[in-house]
């Protein structure tokens, strides 16, 4: 019964071959995660190709087309990242959740040694806000393409949060998973 | 450019704002001139068409902010004021647009064009039933005469005959040109009475136009013959009636007196 909070937080995603659950919340989906790490991309000048500046402090590395952004749209603190067309980027060790907060609207793809495992759902954020968008998978992604399906060509996202559960924590994810699924049968 | 050599656009230009260098609407007072940009000053935006749609000297620039991805509308209400922060983000702010063809508009992502008479052309998403697609708009001043239903900026004659020929329709339509001007889903004599009253060139427009009086005369009919007419359009006589009464009505202001359309006698012959 204590699953049911959770499981009534989520929403499973239009397409998959992984099992994602798709928040809104943010609230709730850092409640679920518990641990993550964050990149709020401050510390650079307006326009700087975001490339390998955090391979070594966070194990991920940017693709090209990716570039820091000063704008009041990021609510947080008015600094995050602008792609063009989109924002590609890999991790040293596979994840199993991310998030962002973003403006105007974005789709994830989460990709497995090169094969796209999950297409999210596209998400808006209401206009001059920013929006909460978080995956949380049960099973591991090395990287992820950040896009606007609708009317595309650029994408803006502030706080990057990713993660992988704690030892330990793996079984409690393995439950939920088994009482969402009891719960869409009932 | 719109006419008066007022150009709008994008510009990377440095506009002194904390050393951001980004692409941004921006509004040149004439060719060659120092450009100035719209607000917000920190947001990427472009501006796509300006116009000058009243007669009061308001400039409005349409364009796109491409962070919020949503279409924009700036204004400048005269030459010594500031270009206002852009107000067509949200859908129908204020109730001071009017979007045509169909209701349920989400947002609308971007504004192609405006012309002198503050229409805006672009492209949005609407939810169908639940169903999100992707649809051109016209978006229409709801201060622009709805009378006006050929869109030739005056109502006359023209949009007298588009009324009566469609006299009785049932209609959801409402939109420039639907003739239920009233939005009754029915067109009536209400409908009527408010082209009537629109008689005469769209606000703003210094055009010259036949006064009804004048329209009567030259069709052959005499003002007390259009009296009789609204009377018999607002009274209890029957439809296949008031059906005659409509046909001869818009024989006479063809002047096509003699075309044998109409089912009955002719109510105006003497």
Sequence with gaps: MRLIPFITMYVLGPSASASVVEYTDKTSWHSAVGTYSTIDFTGHPNGMPITTQYSES??????????????????????????????????YTPMQWIAVEFTGNIVFDLYFKGELIYTSTERWAPINQVAFFGLISNTPFD????????????????????????PGALGVFALAAFGCRRRRRS | MNSSGHVIGSSSHNFGLGGQCKAHAAFWPSV???????????????????AAPFTNGELHAVGVDWEQNVAMLWRRVDTSSLWEPPILSDVNVGGNIILCGQEGWERLYRAYDINDHGWIVGAGQLDADGFFA????????????????????????????????????????HCFGSPDINNSDVVDVQDLLI????????????????????????????????????????????????????????????QCKNCPLCPGRDPFAN
């Excluded at chain 1, 590395?61 to 063009?84: C, E, I, K, V």
């Excluded at chain 1, 990287?143 to 704690?166: I, K, N, S």
């Excluded at chain 2, 060659?32 to 300006?50: F, K, M, N, W």
């Excluded at chain 2, 016209?138 to 469609?166: E, R």
Aim: charged residues 10%; hydrophobic residues 35%; negative net charge.
């Design chain 2, 195 to 254: 082209l009537l009253g629109a008689w005469g060139p769209c606000p703003g427009m210094g055009i010259e136009v036949m006064t009804l009086n004048e329209q009567l005369t030259a069709a052959g009919l005499t003002g007390q013959q259009w009296n009789d007419y609204q009377s018999i359009m607002t009274g209890s006589s029957s439809q296949a009636t008031k059906d005659n009464w409509t046909c001869w009505i818009m024989n006479y202001l063809m």
């Design chain 2, 134 to 173: 992707h649809r051109g708009f016209v978006m229409i001043p709801s201060t622009y005469c709805t009378a006006d239903l050929n869109g030739d900026f005056i109502v006359d004659v023209l949009d007298l005959l588009i009324l009566l020929s469609a006299w009785g329709l049932y209609t959801t339509t």
């Design chain 1, 58 to 91: 966070h194990g991920i590395t940017f693709a090209p087309g990716s570039q820091t952004h000063h704008s009041s749209s990021f609510t947080n603190d008015g600094q995050g990242l602008r792609g063009q067309p989109s924002s590609h980027f890999a991790f």
């Design chain 1, 143 to 166: 990287e992820v393409h950040l896009y606007r399906a609708t009317f595309g060509g650029l994408v803006f996202y502030d706080d990057l949060y990713f993660g992988v559960p704690a």
């Design chain 2, 32 to 50: 060659g001139g120092t450009p100035v940009p719209l607000p917000p000053d920190d947001r990427e935006t472009s501006g796509y068409a300006i």
